[in-house]
């Protein structure tokens, strides 16, 4: 897009503060011989990131976390009370672990790494 079409579909009334925020992306964007502003390779690799982790990055995140949690929470039990911990913590914990992979995995398709 050009300046002007930036500036209205952004909806910012200052061309100043466009100029301004246009010139932090140096390196990122490039002004083609037309006078439109296009992405660099380097800001086309940026915005895939940006979207990557805008879907997949929340996952990962809830994925890790539980993870965690299934270790803190059977070292806790094996640590405090073995015989509650063998036939009833590690069993369940790891049942929903398992269950929390294939969906994570599977239907969220969310752990490529």
């Excluded at 809830?62 to 806790?76: D, R, T």
Aim: with cysteine; hydrophobic share 45%.
């Amino acid at each position: 897009m050009r300046f002007s079409e930036l500036k209205r579909e952004l909806g910012i009334e200052s061309s100043g503060k466009l100029d301004f925020h246009l010139k932090k992306l140096e390196g990122l964007i490039t002004v083609d011989e037309e006078g439109r502003y296009c992405l660099t390779r380097e800001g086309y690799a940026a915005l895939q990131a940006i979207e990557v982790i805008r879907k997949y990055g929340w996952q990962k995140r809830a994925y890790i976390l539980n993870l965690a949690a299934y270790v803190v929470a059977n070292a806790y039990a094996a640590l405090s009370n073995p015989y509650l911990w063998l036939w009833v913590i590690l069993p369940l914990t790891t049942a929903w672990l398992a269950f929390y992979t294939y969906w994570t995995v599977k239907k969220r398709k969310a752990l490529r790494w």
